[in-house]
Each structure stands twice: as C-alpha cells, then as structure tokens.
C-alpha cells in the first residue's frame, strides 16, 4: 500500500441538517468530495467556486467570429482584391468581438460560499 500523504483522521458530528447543508455546498463548490472542500476551507479560511461556464461561452462565440473572419481572408487572398462590403464585414465582427468583451467582463467568474 502506498503512503499516505494525510494519515491524520478528523471526525466531526453533525445534525441532519447541517450535514444537508454541508453536501449541499459541496455540490455548488464543484469539489470532487466533503473532505477535498473542508480541505480547502481549512487552509484558506474561504471556499470560491470558480464558474468558467461564460468563458466556454465567449470562446466559442470568439470561434465563430474567427470563423467568419477568415472566410473573409480566404476571399480577399483569392480575388487580390477587397471590396468595401469586406472592410463592412470586419468591422462588424470585430464589433461583435468588443461586444462579447464587454459581456464576458460583466460576469461575475466566483461566487463566494
């Protein structure tokens, strides 16, 4: 058998509802397990659940613009050649991109337990 890193045992009792409350927790922190969330707790006197849902969000958003972009690329390299609609085109994704931007930093990334 392996060593242990943390061979210390710490029991704790807890009513029903306080035990509730605590896997409840649990769940919203996204910890793998209650002793990895008491861990963290323990050592940092504070428990954050980091929500990157709204970075996948803006990075596939941010791929579909890409996607437009180099369509438009594609374009202008096979016809030597760009035409104003382009220029209008790209000026309207990079607005998208500023836009999404200003959304990205209005979300809040953590929410404190």
């Not at 861990?39 to 849902?53: A, H, K, S, T």
């Not at 437009?68 to 309207?92: C, V």
């Amino acid at each position: 058998m392996a060593k242990r890193e943390r061979n210390n045992v710490v029991y704790l009792r807890l009513n029903d509802k306080e035990l509730w409350i605590l896997k409840e927790k649990v769940k919203l922190s996204e910890h793998r397990n209650i002793s990895d969330y008491l861990r963290q707790f323990i050592v940092e006197g504070i428990v954050y659940n980091v929500d990157y849902r709204y970075l996948r969000k803006y990075n596939y958003q941010l791929g579909k613009i890409g996607t437009n972009i180099n369509q438009i690329a594609k374009r202008i390299n096979e016809t030597r050649s760009i035409y104003q609609n382009d220029i209008d085109e790209l000026r309207k994704e990079m607005d998208k991109v500023w836009q999404l931007q200003k959304s990205m930093l209005s979300e809040q990334p953590y929410r404190q337990q």
